[in-house]
T-cell receptor
Framework: DQQVKQNSPSLSVQEGRISILNCDYTNSMFDYFLWYKKYPAEGPTFLISISSIKDKNEDGRFTVFLNKSAKHLSLHIVPSQPGDSAVYFCAAREHFAGGGNKLTFGTGTQLKVEL | GAVVSQHPSRVICKSGTSVKIECRSLDFQATTMFWYRQFPKQSLMLMATSNEGSKATYEQGVEKDKFLINHASLTLSTLTVTSAHPEDSSFYIC?????????????FGDGTRLSIL
């Protein structure tokens, strides 16, 4: 049961244009959402996050939007740069009784920014 | 800040060997560390959560006797794959956070590519 889904395995965008990466989730207990960027043979690098009480968070060229009613979030990158080419993972956090928490990751979207 | 170092980056060994992977938080104290496994073109799957000084909590389907986790200090957690077999070949990644409830991201190491011949 895939609780976090990234339905687009790949996305190609021209340099300077906007990249929009999408993520859907099914678990209403998720309270915090994150986007990570990953290059081959490296660990994921944190990009931006959003709490479930907000609907938008912006950091430079990166903006994350959250639509709780639709259980959907998206990452906008504008303007896109060739260095943004990587795999982007959406992740969602759930807290558990007793103090633990857990991240569930999507399957990733390979973004390619072309010159 | 928030650098996580994972070692070794790549291991190739014979079937039946036990392999230890280290995960260190270099510039912060990690109360909680996480171990993930990633198969090709798939998502990161959480294997276990490790809190400093206590036993790790394993996800369903992960054999605790196969994947031994030790988190003896606030900056070091180790994952030992015991008697490794070819099906254990995978990309193993650790992450770390400080505290449990604050809205802060997990910071990841660069992973270990384990290949069992």
């Amino acid at each position: 049961d895939q609780q976090v889904k990234q339905n687009s395995p790949s996305l190609s965008v021209q340099e300077g244009r906007i990249s929009i990466l999408n993520c859907d989730y099914t678990n209403s207990m998720f309270d915090y959402f994150l986007w990570y960027k990953k290059y081959p043979a490296e660990g994921p690098t944190f990009l931006i996050s959003i709490s479930s009480i907000k609907d938008k968070n912006e950091d430079g060229r990166f903006t994350v939007f959250l639509n709780k009613s639709a259980k959907h979030l998206s990452l906008h990158i504008v303007p896109s740069q060739p260095g943004d080419s990587a795999v982007y993972f959406c992740a969602a956090r759930e807290h558990f009784a007793g103090g633990g928490n857990k991240l569930t990751f999507g399957t990733g979207t390979q973004l390619k920014v072309e010159l | 800040g928030a650098v996580v170092s994972q070692h070794p980056s790549r291991v190739i060994c014979k079937s039946g060997t036990s392999v230890k992977i280290e995960c260190r938080s270099l510039d912060f104290q990690a109360t909680t560390m996480f171990w993930y496994r990633q198969f090709p073109k798939q998502s990161l799957m959480l294997m276990a959560t490790s809190n400093e000084g206590s036993k790790a909590t394993y996800e369903q389907g992960v054999e605790k006797d196969k994947f031994l986790i030790n988190h003896a200090s606030l900056t070091l957690s180790t994952l030992t794959v015991t008697s490794a077999h070819p099906e254990d070949s995978s990309f193993y990644i650790c992450s770390a956070i400080t505290g449990g409830y604050s809205n802060q991201p997990q910071h990841f190491g660069d992973g270990t590519r384990l290949s069992i011949l």
